[in-house]
């Protein structure tokens, strides 16, 4: 069984920057495909961005240019850098992890986290 832990949010004004972090245990970390999504109150829970193990990257179109999603499979982490935060990005985020490897941008993810708050205040 795969664990998922997200660390890293918190509260920081528009403009700013947070380091999200997602820790994995059990499982082949480095096969497994890796996303961020996020859900706000009162809406659905959206694609982020995710990673392959080949480090394929893909992004939301909203967040192209200001998010980075990398991996460091010696450590079994995964990180989203978010840079120029807007109030918009407020939601909790969650870590998910596909077993197949495959790229997507749907919540058909096989494992996720409990979630971690980023509030961008204006």
Not at 20 to 28: D, F, H
């Amino acid at each position: 069984q795969v664990q998922l832990v997200e660390s890293g949010g918190g509260l920081v004004q528009a403009g700013g920057s947070l380091r999200l972090s997602c820790a994995a245990s059990g499982g082949t970390f480095s096969m497994y495909a890796m996303g961020w999504f996020r859900q706000a109150p009162g809406k659905e829970r959206e694609f982020v961005a995710a990673v392959t193990g080949s480090i394929s990257t893909a992004y939301r179109d909203s967040v192209k240019g200001r998010f980075t999603i990398s991996r460091d499979n010696a450590k079994n982490t995964v990180t989203l850098q978010m840079n120029s935060l807007k109030p918009e990005d407020t939601a909790v985020y969650y870590c998910a992890a596909r077993k197949d490897g495959r790229l997507s941008y749907r919540l058909n993810y096989d494992y996720w986290g409990q979630g971690t708050q980023v509030t961008v205040s204006s």
